[in-house]
C-alpha cells in the first residue's frame, strides 16, 4: 500500500508546479450543486460482506439510488478549500422499503489543477442522518470525492464527479449490531465561483 500511496502523494504535491499561475486566490469562493446516482457497493455487518446492489446472495439488498448536494467552500490557499456539503441520498431495499441518508460535512478540497478545467479532490467528514422504515439514527459519514469541472465562463462550470461515501452505524452499547455501508457516487454538477 506505501509503494502505491507515496508516489501518488508526490505526483499530486507536484501538479500545481507543472501548470501556470494558480487561478485562486485566499477568500476565492465556490458554490456547487450535485445531482446523480448513488450505487450500493458493500455491506457489513455481523462480520458478513455483501457486494454491489440487488437482492441476490452476497449483494448488498439495495438498488441504484439518487444523490444530490449543496456545498459552499472558501480557499485558504490558492490551491485549499474548505467549507460544508449538505446532501441527500437514497434507494431501496429488498423488501421496497425507502434507506436515506442526508450527510452533513465538512469539506476539505484541493484543487491541483486549476482554470478554465479544475480537478477537485475532496475529503468530508461529518453527521448522517440514518432512516430506514420506521427506524432513524444520526452516525457520522465520510466522503472521498474526485472531479472534473470545465468553466464555460469566467464564474459558470459544470462537471462530473465520483468518489466513496462511507456510512457507519455505530451502537456503543450492542457491538453485534454495528454496520458499514458504502456507496460509489456518480454525479454531475454546476458550480458558481468568485
Not at 459552499?72 to 485549499?80: E, G, K, N, R, S
Request: net charge negative; aromatic share 14%; charged share 10%.
Amino acid at each position: 500500500m506505501k509503494r502505491i500511496l507515496i508516489p501518488l502523494m508526490l505526483f499530486l504535491a507536484a501538479l500545481p508546479g507543472l501548470g501556470a499561475a494558480s487561478y485562486y486566490d485566499t477568500g476565492s469562493q465556490i458554490f456547487t450543486i450535485t445531482a446523480g446516482v448513488s450505487t450500493p457497493m458493500s455491506y457489513t455487518s455481523h462480520g458478513e460482506s455483501m457486494f454491489w446492489p440487488g437482492s441476490g446472495e452476497g449483494q448488498t439488498h439495495h438498488t441504484v439510488g439518487g444523490i444530490g448536494a449543496l456545498s459552499y467552500q472558501i480557499f485558504v490557499t490558492p490551491y485549499l478549500a474548505i467549507g460544508g456539503e449538505l446532501g441527500y441520498q437514497f434507494d431501496f431495499s429488498r423488501s421496497g422499503d425507502v434507506s436515506t441518508n442526508v450527510p452533513i460535512t465538512a469539506k476539505l478540497t484541493y484543487v491541483p489543477v486549476q482554470g478554465d478545467f479544475d480537478i477537485p479532490i475532496s475529503l468530508g467528514l461529518g453527521m448522517d442522518y440514518i432512516s430506514y422504515d420506521s427506524y432513524s439514527k444520526i452516525s457520522f459519514g465520510l466522503t472521498f470525492e474526485v472531479g472534473f469541472r470545465y468553466y464555460f465562463t469566467e464564474s459558470w462550470g459544470v462537471g462530473i464527479n465520483t468518489g466513496l461515501l462511507v456510512v457507519p452505524e455505530v451502537y456503543f452499547d450492542r457491538a453485534e449490531k454495528n454496520s458499514v455501508m458504502t456507496y460509489i457516487p456518480a454525479t454531475i454538477s454546476v458550480t458558481y465561483r468568485h
